[in-house]
């Protein structure tokens, strides 16, 4: 049996010839993938995952290797229980799409949808917007406590573009809105690998750089709490302990900009769990982190 798979691992080091050759060797991968992960053989699962990924952007396989790394419930799931959980009175949500996490809201939510081009089919509550604009207009031209009816903002979800200097100017035009216990939500924290980490969208399974955001927020912001909750497909981020009236983000925008973009994905590969602050994919873990937060 050994040496049968060590014959068979060979002709997967075997160069393909072309682009459709590729294609084809990752697909075989992905199936013994398949079927390693049916015989309980999950190092092996993802080891035939990464290897049909570097092969070419071969997306069934990202999402496989997604399970396999981040276990447990899906982002919109764990969203879903932390709506039950912590009830939240108002929410701002950056990036709406199709409106899929904002239908997970309870009826007595008062909440604002921001995305420049949404494409919401269901009817919404009455006590929920949507305003097409981009993120930064809205927050410049709107009195976000006013139209939340006086209240200040107890949840927030950034999904917005996959680009790590948005979901910062987002995070610091929502953290000032926010009390210290409140609750920022980031999504796409937790990239699997270099090619769907990237600025530029080369793949169908795509993360964008916002975990540049983690590290950025760990080194000038460590008065926050900053977690990454493991959760599949990239990770959601979660940062409580909040200080409104903080302005060192405002204050030093482009240099932390700067900053950011010129820190590298090989300052988190094989460090990914020290440097994005990976939480367990556990509702008890998280349900103490929400309690203490």
């Not at 909440?111 to 305003?131: K, S, W, Y």
């Not at 980490?197 to 955001?213: H, I, N, Y």
């Amino acid at each position: 049996m050994a040496a049968s798979r060590s014959a068979s691992d060979a002709r997967d080091l075997h160069p393909p010839h072309d682009r459709r050759d590729s294609r084809s060797l990752a697909r075989l991968l992905y199936y013994r993938a398949c079927l390693s992960c049916w015989v309980g053989r999950r190092a092996r699962a993802r080891d035939l995952c990464q290897r049909a990924v570097r092969l070419c952007s071969y997306d069934r396989a990202y999402e496989l290797l997604a399970r396999l790394e981040l276990p447990g419930e899906d982002y919109l799931h764990v969203l879903a229980r932390v709506h039950a959980y912590v009830r939240p009175a108002t929410y701002v949500e950056v990036g709406v799409a199709c409106g899929d996490s904002l239908a997970l809201l309870r009826p007595e939510t008062r909440a604002i949808g921001i995305d420049p081009e949404p494409r919401v089919e269901r009817p919404l509550g009455p006590l929920q917007q949507i305003f097409a604009e981009a993120s930064d207009e809205y927050f410049a031209r709107h009195d976000v406590v006013a139209e939340l009816g006086g209240r200040r903002v107890r949840m927030a979800f950034i999904d917005g573009l996959h680009h790590f200097e948005f979901a910062l100017r987002d995070f610091l035009n929502l953290e000032p809105l926010c009390d210290r216990d409140s609750l920022i939500f980031v999504h796409d924290c937790h990239p699997l690998d270099e090619r769907t980490a990237a600025r530029e969208k080369t793949t169908g399974f795509w993360s964008g750089d916002v975990w540049r955001l983690i590290g950025l927020l760990k080194r000038h912001r460590p008065d926050l709490s900053i977690h990454t909750i493991a959760t599949r497909p990239t990770g959601l981020g979660l940062i409580t302990r909040l200080d409104p009236a903080s302005r060192v983000l405002r204050e030093h925008l482009p240099e932390l900009i700067a900053e950011g973009l010129a820190t590298e994905f090989d300052t988190i590969a094989g460090r990914k769990a020290e440097a994005l602050n990976l939480f367990p994919n556990d509702w008890g873990a998280l349900q103490t982190l929400l309690a203490g937060a």
